[in-house]
């Protein structure tokens, strides 16, 4: 059972990381075609989904899958989560699509977004039965379906939006938004044809919908739901003020939305994505972390929650150094906009915070403790919608980077301060963050500099050859590592 959950765990990481790779390159592609304006109001679509796919998939798919691991007769619930899903997404795709110019202007405060919000109200019914199915295999430990599910619909999106909008067939930047909306639609339209084909091939019987496992599902969904709702919420508001406290600081609509398109399409995939390596790293905890407290055996709780902090604290310095050493060359070679590079300097600290705090809430969430992972997000979020409202229609943009950073480092304390208290893990600040940390900042001035030096004459493009230092500064570090003890082959 143990091999069987670590090969699932394993599937499911590496489908994730593949997904990341893609779903980072595509944002490139996207920003490129249309621009950061036309990112920012893409991006707007994406907190009404995610409010949307809370309250008719992300509590029931956890359900389904609860019930499907844990008892021999669960097949016949199939139909019930099934149908509660359609059902509810089916709703929900109605009322968006109706009330879609109302949301945009009222809610969204961009009118624009009205066409992109009907296209988007078409995808519910088939991502509800994609998460049902999802979450039967999960039960079933059949980890490989969801995780090519994934792939699936990732290759298909992006595809499709490639080849509709080539640069060749001169389209306006308004129509490749929609074609990039369209592309989610039938990226999920191809998965969910897979997980049907998956779901009867596993010759699974979907049985008649009985009124006991409806009643069972809504007992277990409903209290999972209403907290993820909050935190979908909270997040959508979140990034509805972003352009509308830019507005008010002076800012035309314009403006407003090719700030937050940078940000939140250009600089944050950057930023999140080493976190790919804590992100597997914390799926890979969670089964030991929940044995280990199944136990009591603190002693595995302590020296895995120390390792793990301790190596997601050296990504975070390493990944805060790339980035704000090379933050701006970055930002100019990749997306062509150097507001970009200014920005990924600028929230570079942010890296070991995040890391940190997702691995962090994985453990705790490892021990069965969802509601002080819970909690603490909800403070993090209140300090950032706090720091939104107040402070960027006075100073700007940077009144929403300093929210972010308190946000982030004030997860993260919590996190850690209750697990201290938990498993009584050391931090070895000084060793683990501190001497690397004057060691990247000398090695990296000096070959950056020397490079810059060598390079004095030369009337070519010089990023490239700066960038070419990332890797070799990365190897350098990972042998100074080993050399000074801080990893040890035992640890991995």
């Not at 939305?257 to 914390?282: D, E, H, K, Q, R």
């Not at 704000?324 to 929230?347: C, I």
Request: glycine share 8%; aromatic share 10%.
């Amino acid at each position: 059972m143990k091999s069987k959950l670590l090969k699932g765990t394993l599937i499911l990481t590496a489908a994730g990381i593949i997904t990341r790779l893609l779903g980072f390159f595509y944002r490139i592609y996207l920003s490129k075609t249309i621009g950061a304006e036309g990112l920012g109001l893409y991006q707007l679509v994406f907190p009404i989904y995610a409010i949307a796919f809370t309250l008719y998939a992300s509590g029931l798919q956890t359900a389904i899958s609860q019930i499907i691991s844990s008892e021999k007769s669960s097949k016949k619930c199939i139909a019930s989560a099934m149908g509660l899903s359609v059902i509810t997404a089916s709703v929900l795709s109605v009322l968006l699509y109706i009330y879609s110019e109302p949301i945009a202007v009222s809610y969204l405060k961009a009118e624009d977004a009205a066409p992109l919000l009907r296209i988007l109200s078409y995808i519910f019914p088939f991502c509800g039965v994609t998460s049902i199915i999802n979450g039967i295999f999960y039960g079933l430990n059949k980890a490989s379906v969801p995780a090519i599910t994934q792939l699936i619909e990732q290759v298909v999106r992006i595809a499709f939006v490639i080849v509709m909008t080539l640069p060749s067939l001169g389209m306006s930047a308004a129509l490749s938004c929609e074609l990039a909306v369209w592309g989610l639609i039938v990226g999920e339209l191809a998965s969910n044809l897979f997980n049907v084909i998956s779901l009867i091939r596993s010759r699974k019987k979907l049985v008649s919908s009985s009124r006991k496992y409806v009643l069972k599902l809504l007992k277990l969904a409903v209290p999972l739901s209403g907290t993820r709702l909050i935190i979908s919420m909270l997040n959508s508001l979140e990034a509805v003020l972003i352009p509308v406290m830019l507005f008010r600081f002076g800012m035309d609509n314009s403006g407003a939305l090719s700030i937050y398109g940078i940000l939140s399409g250009m600089v944050l995939p950057f930023i999140l994505f080493p976190g790919a390596i804590t992100n597997s790293l914390s799926v890979l905890m969670i089964p030991t972390i929940s044995s280990a407290y199944g136990r009591d055996d603190l002693r595995k709780i302590k020296i895995t929650s120390q390792i793990a902090v301790k190596y997601t604290l050296l990504l975070g310095l390493l990944s805060t150094f790339i980035f704000s050493m090379f933050g701006r060359t970055l930002g100019t070679v990749v997306y062509g906009n150097t507001q970009a590079g200014n920005y990924l300097v600028v929230m570079s600290v942010l890296c070991p915070f995040i890391y940190c705090s997702t691995t962090l809430s994985s453990i705790i969430n490892g021990l069965g403790k969802t509601h002080i992972t819970f909690r603490n997000t909800v403070i993090g979020l209140a300090v950032r919608i706090l720091f939104l409202i107040v402070f960027v229609p006075n100073i700007g943009i940077m009144g929403y980077l300093i929210g972010m950073f308190i946000s982030q480092f004030l997860i993260t304390v919590l996190d850690a301060e209750y697990l201290y208290r938990v498993s009584r893990f050391q931090l070895k600040i000084i060793r683990w963050f501190v001497i690397p940390g004057i060691f990247l900042w000398c090695v990296g001035f000096l070959l950056k500099n020397g490079t810059l030096r060598l390079l004095v004459h030369y009337h070519g493009n010089k990023n490239f050859f700066i960038l070419c230092l990332i890797p070799v500064i990365c190897v350098i570090f990972v042998i100074f590592s080993i050399k000074t003890k801080i990893i040890e082959k035992d640890e991995i």
